[in-house]
């Protein structure tokens, strides 16, 4: 296995949907011309509902209201990103040395970050057969999905991500079909953690990177935070 590779982290606090959309285009260039190295940015959204290439994606957005719903390059459905989410978008170029030119495999290794860090809080998470993100099952049996996944590629350079639901308001997937699933479907790592958890949006947030670190095969360099 290959050292893990340099990458910059980037705090982005709060901060809208369409400012860190325009940064992440503006990255994926750079990178593309090696002026800067891989970057994680990790950031949380006022209330936005993103489409993604889905066909059915439009069809799914039931209600927004006063909600604004922006279509992007990503890959899957609708969903909903809003304050009490960990938002991780890795600009990263995927080298054919580290053997990592595998989409599927980059998926997966986000849906492994996700998992690992709700292990951190005692909550058990998995995969679904057949769908992306990260899920877990209640006490009842019920089939509970707590992270979202839609990227986009250029050249090898990824874009977007994954969106962990830690404190999330349950309320707005409520005027979406999430990904097209029934809303019910959503939930959140401080809703599903053992009573008595200690669950806040930094310490999540913190995790989250350290484990998108060690799947994604990447090492901090640098951080800096912003917002």
Known sequence: MSAPAPWTIRDLGSAPFREVWALQLQMV????????????????HPHVFTLGRSRAAEGNVLAPGDVEVVAVERGGDVTYHGPGQVVAYPIVLLTEEAR???LHAFLRNLEEAAIRTCARYQLVADREPGKTGAWTT???GDRKK???????????VTFHGIALNVTTDLAYFARINPCGFEASVMSTVAALAP?????????VRAAFVEELGATLGRRAASSTATG
């Open 138 to 140: 209640t006490a009842d």
């Open 146 to 156: 707590l992270a979202s996944i839609g990227i986009a590629c250029r050249k090898w």
């Open 29 to 44: 260039e750079q990178r593309q011309r090696g002026e800067i190295g891989d970057t994680l940015l990790v950031v949380e």
């Open 195 to 203: 009573a008595g958890s200690a669950i806040d949006v930094a310490s």
């Open 100 to 102: 990592e030119r595998d």
